[in-house]
């Protein structure tokens, strides 16, 4: 996907911000030329602030990808994830693990997830940066109740894991 999408840009940075964002915040493009996070339509001038760019930028970014099918189908079909409970965590009684991988990210999620559930805590949620998108990213896990600090060392433990926070 990537691939595709710097190549279709290459020439123009600031439309690949756009694009990038766009996947970022989990923002299609609809059959009607607008872009939407669900049925919320975004205005043109929200996604430039947003991403540092001129209006225009947004308007010609968008006829690429109506003009290209494969790009179309991808922002087309962008669905946003939903609420990220990081934040509120704590309000809600929840537990939160932060894991900062290196280049070697295969297999954390479920190494992780099998730690967790070997001291018996649900997962509520977990959340992976993309790798094509972060210079340093992050794998969070949201628990159904704080997970003592210490799983840090086995957690460290996991190949391609580089930090870990639990609060």
Do not use: H
């Not at 990220?84 to 894991?99: C, D, H, P, S, T």
Request: charged share 30%; with cysteine.
């Amino acid at each position: 996907m990537w691939e595709k999408i710097n190549e279709k840009f290459k020439k123009y940075p600031a439309r690949i911000r756009v694009a990038e964002k766009m996947i970022e915040l989990g923002l299609s493009l609809n059959d009607d030329g607008k872009i939407y996070c669900g049925n919320l339509k975004i205005s043109d001038k929200a996604l430039a602030t947003a991403t540092d760019v001129d209006r225009r930028v947004i308007k010609s970014t968008i006829n690429v990808i109506k003009e290209d099918e494969e790009l179309y189908n991808l922002f087309n079909n962008i669905i946003p994830a939903g609420t990220l409970l990081k934040n509120i965590a704590k309000n809600l009684e929840l537990g939160v693990i932060e894991i900062e991988v290196g280049s070697e990210s295969e297999g954390i999620l479920g190494a992780t997830a099998n730690l967790i559930s070997k001291k018996g805590i649900g997962i509520r949620q977990a959340y992976a940066e993309d790798t094509e998108l972060q210079k340093a990213p992050s794998l969070t896990i949201i628990t159904e109740k704080p997970v003592s600090g210490d799983l840090i060392n086995e957690f460290l433990k996991i190949k391609g894991v580089t930090r870990v926070s639990i609060y």
